[in-house]
């Protein structure tokens, strides 16, 4: 745990307790292990994966909010790390410190929904998105999100789409229209 609260070195740590660099490398594993199944086990780690369950998180959004049709607000976080050995400027970020991305997506409680651990440092917040697998999920529509639906109070004959809110690291797309952008595209270059 205090690996894990510190950050402090792994040898720095088995020196503390008299015991070797290796063994702490094992404890660390075996904690990070079983605290990642508790966490299951209490459901504090369950993707949404239904559209009812997206519909939902977007309710609490407009309950809590007033912002009708999100499903999330998305963000990286750098998490400064020691330079791993041999790894050069891989991991060196703009703020002039070694870190490793924590992206996520939370729901209007401030709760993970989504997340994705572990890029490279060096890339933007957009860069880690574009790479990753919460990326691609995402832009590819597999997690089954809801299609268009109007809002209440507004002209009911008008469908919005369900979105993800982020700052401006973070690429303005459309999930609903990229089909009809390539086939757009096909037609211009035939």
Do not use: C, F, K, P
């Given at each position: 745990?205090?690996?894990l609260a510190t950050g402090d070195a792994r040898f720095t740590i088995a020196t503390s307790y008299r015991i070797s660099p290796t063994t702490?490398?094992?404890i660390i594993r075996e904690t990070c292990q079983a605290i990642w199944v508790v966490l299951k086990e209490k459901r504090y780690l369950e993707v949404p994966c239904k559209k009812d369950e997206w519909i939902q998180i977007a309710s609490e959004f407009n309950?809590?909010?007033n912002f009708p049709n999100c499903l999330g607000a998305i963000d990286g976080k750098h998490i400064?790390?020691?330079a791993p050995a041999r790894s050069g400027s891989m991991y060196f970020n703009y703020k002039k410190t070694f870190s490793i991305v924590l992206m996520a997506v939370c729901n209007a409680k401030y709760e993970f929904t989504?997340?994705?651990i572990g890029d490279?440092?060096?890339q933007s917040d957009g860069g880690v998105y574009n790479n990753?697998?919460?990326g691609n999920v995402?832009?590819?529509n597999k997690l089954d999100f809801p299609e268009e639906s109007p809002i209440n109070g507004y002209n009911q004959d008008i469908h919005f789409p369900y979105v993800f809110v982020a700052d401006e690291a973070f690429a303005l797309k459309n999930i609903y229209d990229e089909t009809i952008s390539k086939i757009r595209i096909d037609i211009r270059y035939s």
């Open positions: 745990m205090r690996y702490v490398g094992r309950e809590r909010w400064v790390i020691q989504l997340v994705d490279a440092g060096r990753s697998t919460l995402i832009d590819n």
